[in-house]
């Protein structure tokens, strides 16, 4: 004989929709589950832990593994082999630590400012590269950080070229260019020029600061100095001197 369900059972079942069960059914599995630790930013040594701000950060597994597929979005989307150069505007995001976030331009020296690790050379980087950088030096102070750059607007693809040209400026960088191609991009030469004696200067990922190259038309136009008609980088400043300047004594 088959057990009928009291019709007060069915009835008190019948008054609660699916959506309430299967919301149930979710509260259960979180409980039983816990909740995630928030971690806390690591003592100096030699410093007190009252000291240090307490921070939030990523400790679980999981939180790992949602951290690292929102970081390859964001470098897929932005485009991780740029490199960024000079007023380019990047989104840093560290996951879970929105007082680590924030949005920066990159200084004229080739830097960003942030929270704790201060300045980091960003210019002739990609986000990637950055990004790895930017966490193993959160790794003293947050547990397990993860960071994410972003290039919000790109303003770096300009080369400046200043001096004894007939249009000095600064010129956008479109394609692969030369320094010849360059210097006819701003009109070419005054007749003061000291044409023999052009100075670039170029941020590199390699040293701190700008790096100094010189460059002779002569010698590329003349004596097949071929080697020295170099391509232009973004943010590259070249500098024509003229005849009746010392630009660098004892050169």
Not at 45 to 74: C, F, H, N, R, Y
Request: aromatic share 6%.
């Amino acid at each position: 004989m088959v057990n009928k369900v009291p019709f007060s059972i069915r009835n008190r079942v019948m008054k609660y929709p699916l959506w309430f069960l299967v919301i149930a059914l979710m509260l259960a599995v979180s409980s039983s589950s816990g909740f995630c630790d928030s971690g806390s930013v690591k003592p100096d040594a030699g410093k007190s832990q009252a000291d240090t701000p307490v921070l939030p950060s990523a400790t679980t597994q999981a939180e790992k593994a949602i951290s690292q597929v929102m970081m390859d979005k964001l470098s897929n989307a932005v485009g991780s082999e740029y490199v960024i150069g000079a007023e380019d505007v990047l989104d840093i995001t560290v996951w879970r630590n929105p007082d680590l976030s924030r949005q920066v331009q990159v200084r004229p020296d080739g830097r960003i400012s942030m929270p704790i690790i201060r300045d980091v050379v960003a210019v002739g980087k990609t986000p990637t590269k950055l990004a790895e950088e930017m966490t193993n030096k959160l790794k003293e102070y947050v547990q397990n950080p993860v960071v994410a750059v972003t290039l919000k607007e790109v303003n770096s693809s300009n080369i400046f070229l200043l001096g004894e040209v007939a249009h000095p400026g600064k010129y956008p960088l479109k394609s692969k260019t030369t320094l010849l191609q360059g210097i006819t991009m701003a009109g070419g030469f005054k007749e003061t020029a000291a044409r023999n004696q052009i100075v670039i200067f170029r941020f590199t990922e390699t040293a701190p600061g700008m790096k100094r190259f010189t460059a002779s038309y002569d010698d590329i136009v003349l004596r097949s100095g071929i080697s020295d008609n170099f391509e232009l980088k973004p943010g590259d400043t070249l500098v024509v001197p003229s005849e009746s300047m010392v630009v660098f004594p004892g050169r």
